[in-house]
T-cell receptor, first 114, second 110 residues
């Protein structure tokens, strides 16, 4: 039973390019959460999605950032026109239900903006 | 808004000493979860506490949830090198919302 799969593990982009981060939740999980983590800091909530729906995007900047979780395929976190301040580790987590249950995290994508 | 304060930010201990991290919420929690993140790794779920005054143990780890469901602690007895990492608490407030503490980094002195 594969865990939460994130790819790529490392992503290097130049300023102004687009970054696409992918997350496949655990089998049977239809709830996905995206978090951002800066070095030596905690996890900052970005967005919570269920299949085909964004439930809460209150932690995600209004501009340049978007997320989706289509009926088929992985969840995508998209960052347009990246800036150096977007450099961080982005973690995806999944759970089977919407109530407070334990989250299963992927290994993360380390985004570096040159 | 809701906040979860976690202290200390860092704790340096000699191997074999005990370690404790504390979390406090400004409002009552529905539950609290604890996660461990090894250096360079991802958060891994340790435990969830739901009941007021609950105490749970996992080998050398003891987790407590306060009577008012606003605070929690994680205590590790006789730390080992494998305990190194950052320990996060995450407080549950609604159906899905978790508010994360900033984490306590456990460092074993050489």
């Amino acid at each position: 039973n594969a865990g939460v799969m994130q790819n790529p593990r490392h992503l290097v982009r130049r300023r102004g390019q687009e970054a696409r981060l992918r997350c496949s939740p655990m089998k049977g999980h239809s709830h996905v959460y995206w978090y951002r983590q800066l070095p030596e800091e905690g996890l900052k909530f970005m967005v919570y999605l269920q299949k085909e729906n964004i439930i809460d995007e209150s932690g995600m900047p209004k501009e340049r950032f978007s997320a989706e979780f289509p009926k088929e395929g992985p969840s995508i976190l998209r960052i347009q026109q990246v800036v150096r301040g977007d450099s961080a580790a982005y973690f995806c987590a999944s759970s089977p239900r919407s109530t407070n249950e334990k989250l299963f995290f992927g290994s993360g994508t380390q985004l570096s903006v040159l | 808004g809701q906040q979860v304060m976690q202290i200390p930010q860092y704790q340096h201990v000699q191997e074999g000493e005990d370690f404790t991290t504390y979390c406090n919420s400004s409002t009552t929690l529905s539950n609290i979860q604890w996660y461990k993140q090894r250096p360079g790794g991802h958060p891994v779920f340790l435990i969830q506490l739901v009941k007021s005054g609950e105490v749970k143990k996992q080998k050398r780890l003891t987790f407590q949830f306060g009577e008012a469901k606003k605070n929690s602690s994680l205590h590790i007895t006789a730390t080992q090198t494998t305990d190194v990492g950052t320990y996060f608490c995450a407080g549950g407030y609604s159906n899905y919302q978790l508010i994360w503490g900033a984490g306590t980094k456990l460092i074993i002195k050489p």
